[in-house]
């Protein structure tokens, strides 16, 4: 299983960016999908998930609804749309999955992407 994360770059605090995490090697529909996000200094830390074919999601509390999480099955692709971003949204971004069962904010996930650099200025 591969994941290749993209689609981070530098915007202005207020602007929008979409993270594309393309999966080889499994159908995303069949697994918990997540993103996770590390700034400079600070351990990484839960940002989204989507379960099994959509059928839930999951956000950090900071998300406070400026963030969706969703799959297209035919492109075998977890995005994370980032509206209003404020300049502590600044990190790194991972996109996750697994398929073991478990709560998508805290279970261990075993495949990860390489990482997407996400960086808001004001």
């Known amino acids: 299983v591969q994941l290749q994360a993209s689609g981070g770059g530098l915007v202005q605090a207020g602007r929008s960016l979409r993270l594309s995490c393309a999966v080889s090697g499994h159908t995303v529909s069949s697994y918990v999908n997540a993103w996770f996000r590390q700034a400079p200094g600070k351990e990484r830390e839960f940002v989204a998930a989507i379960t099994w074919g959509g059928s839930a999601t999951y956000y950090a509390d900071f998300v406070e609804g400026r963030f969706t999480i969703s799959t297209d099955n035919a492109k075998n692709t977890v995005y994370l749309q980032m509206n209003s971003l404020k300049l502590e949204d600044t990190a790194v971004y991972y996109c996750?999955?697994?398929?073991?069962?478990?709560?998508?904010?805290?279970?261990?996930?075993?495949?990860w992407g390489q990482g997407t650099q996400v960086t808001v200025s004001s």
């Open positions: 996750a999955t697994d398929a073991r069962p478990g709560d998508p904010r805290t279970k261990q996930y075993v495949y």
